[in-house]
Each structure stands twice: as C-alpha cells, then as structure tokens.
C-alpha cells in the first residue's frame, strides 16, 4: 500500500514538470484527553479517550488552485505499549477558487466538519476515526457556504459490511440572524456473499434551526441562540415495521467572552436508534444519549491558548439524561504549521 502513495506522488511529479509548481507542506499535532463519568447510565459507556495525533503531508500546488497531497496519520495512545498504535494514510487532490473548494481522496476531517453539533457524531469518531474516504465539496465561505460530501469507510467483503455516509450542510447568516442546516444519511449494508442474511439499514439525521448569532471587537465572540427540529428516518429493510421517523427539537444557547465559554444543547422529542440494540455503533455514529427523550448537554470552556498557530481548550460538559446527572472532562490541543502563508519552493528547474 505504501509503495502505490509512492509511485503515485512520483508520477504526479513528473505530470506536471513542464509547468512551475511549489512543493507545499503541513504538519499538525492534535492532543487529546476526554474522560466520560457516564456509570450511571443505562443506554451508554463511561470510558477515557486520550492520544495523540501527529499528521504530517507534503505535496505539490499548481496554478494557484490545484495542490496534491500525500502523509499519514498516527494515532499514540497514551499508555499503550505500540510505538504507534494506528497509521491511516492521506492522500487527496484539492481545488481552491473563487469560494468554490473540493478534496478527493482520504484527508483529515476535522475543520470540513466543525459547522456540525455534538448530536450528530459522538466524541470518539474524531479521536478514532480521523480522516474521510471520498468527496466533500464547498461553495462559499464561513457565513455563507452550501457543502455535499462522501465518506465511504466500510469496504464489502465476505467478513465486512459496505458502509458509508452521503451528507450535505448548509449556513446562511443576515445580519444578526441566521439558519443553519446539517444532515447525513449513514447506509450500512450487507456482506458479499451474505449467508448470514443480514438486512440493509440506513439512519437519516437532519437538523434545521434559525436563530441569532451576536459579536463584537470588545471581547464577546459569540452570543447565539437557536431553535431547530432534529428528525430522522431509521430503516431495517429486513423487518415488516423496519422503518421509523423519530422528530425532536432542539434548543441552542452558546456564549464567549475572552475565551470563557459556554455551549448548551437541549433535545427533546422521540427517542432514537431504534435498532440499537441490534446494530450498536456499526450502524449509529451520533450522540448516543439520544437514545432518551429528553437529553440536556452544558459545555462549560476555558481557551488556554489561543494563537495563529495552537488551540488549547479546557472543558467540563454535564450531560443531564435518564433523570441522571453525568460529567465529563476534557483538554485538547491543536497544534499546526505550513509553509503556505511563506513563500513555497519552486520545483520546476529540477527537471
């Protein structure tokens, strides 16, 4: 696998030698520690994620738009033994022009996802499963953008189930005022052959709000407050009554001042993932307190840094589910460097 990125990177190379290209560069460091105090719950797991993320990628741009890159991500969990306990590959083509931006390929997933709340992905997918296999392509830019994406992460085989994500979010902003939309639709199908006679499921998650988002040059990042409808279709073909539509709404209040913050989630609606109890995360990746009729997220932060180049962010979330209240804490760091902002290195005269 190794040697195809290899011969692949040498070829584009050699493709485009007869014009001026750069070699371009990033590297990132994301450290992680998150503990989830959930043993009182019934429909989840306490468990702590901790690890680190070192994601180094190289490549060539060309004509100020087109930029090839090929690296990998290793995953260090903190106290393993490993010396490295996961490597996925990247290797993706992007286009960046006129507020239009596409990746192909398999590349990080974390800042083409930031726009998309807690209940859609629960924590672990970011710590766990780091990069996107596929599309994701974007017109516009922060208060203003439409993007459509693929995530095909489950090759089918005769042990392996096909499986991937369609998705499409949306964010328009007037003013003050704001509407906001996030969906997905997660197909988790069968094996080839199938002697097991598993059924072909899918789980659609969508979520509308419109709401207010304030900020000012004196400290106050964010003051928003939103109201959505969160629904869904959850499907087992297999089954006669295999189909469910569970609907919600959903109340936002978020606040930020000088790196204080504060984000709050309130759901309330029919429960979810249905077919929980069948399929497990195999087929559910969002917040799995959804599973309750009313779920209550507080996220109390601190930025410890902020700067052009490091986030770190300390952070205590009360999760109120079941008639419980459950805790959970959680540092991060997000470190990057790239040598686009400076002046890149000219290939073209060595060949």
């Known amino acids: 696998m190794r040697h195809k990125y290899t011969i692949l990177f040498s070829l584009l190379i050699i493709t485009f030698s007869t014009k001026s290209q750069n070699i371009v560069w990033k590297a990132g460091v994301n450290y992680f520690f998150d503990n989830t105090e959930f043993a009182k719950s019934t429909i989840t797991r306490d468990q702590t994620m901790t690890g680190v993320h070192f994601t180094p990628e190289i490549g060539l741009a060309w004509d100020t738009i087109h930029s090839f890159y090929i690296g990998t991500d290793l995953l260090k969990t903190s106290g ?4 490295i306990d996961a490597i996925q ?19 990080p997933r974390a800042e083409l996802f930031s726009n998309y709340s807690d209940l859609f992905f629960q924590d672990s997918v970011k710590y766990y499963k780091p990069t996107i296999q596929g599309l994701f392509w974007q017109v516009g830019e922060k208060d203003s953008f439409f993007n459509l994406w693929l995530d095909w992460n489950g090759h089918q085989t005769a042990i392996n189930r096909e499986t991937f994500f369609v998705g499409a979010s949306a964010h328009k902003k007037f003013n003050h005022f704001f509407t906001d939309f996030e969906s997905y639709m997660f197909h988790f199908a069968t094996t080839r052959p199938d002697p097991q006679g598993y059924g072909v499921c899918d789980n659609l998650l969508a979520h509308l709000s419109v709401g207010v988002d304030y900020s000012n040059k004196q400290g106050l990042d964010t003051l928003l407050f939103a ?11 297999k089954l006669s009554n295999g189909t469910q539509a569970p609907m919600g709404i959903v109340f936002r209040a978020n606040a930020e001042f000088k790196g204080i913050g504060t984000q709050n989630t309130l759901y309330m609606g029919n429960p979810r993932m249905v077919f929980y109890g069948n399929y497990g995360t195999g087929l559910y990746w969002n917040n799995p307190f959804l599973r309750s ?9 601190y930025q410890v840094i902020r700067s052009q180049f490091v986030q770190g962010k300390l952070a205590l979330k009360l999760h109120y589910s079941e008639g ?3 805790f959970e804490q959680a540092f991060t760091v997000n470190a990057s460097l790239n040598n686009l902002s400076n002046k890149p290195i000219k290939i073209s005269t060595l060949f």
Request: proline share 2%.
């Open 80 to 83: 393993s033994q490993n010396y």
């Open 227 to 237: 109201v959505g409808v969160l629904g869904g279709v959850e499907r087992d073909r």
């Open 89 to 107: 590959p990247i290797a993706y083509y992007q286009y960046k022009a006129n507020k239009s931006t596409l990746y192909a390929g398999a590349f």
């Open 324 to 326: 419980k209240l459950m």
């Open 293 to 301: 009729n009313y779920y209550l997220e507080s996220k109390w932060y």
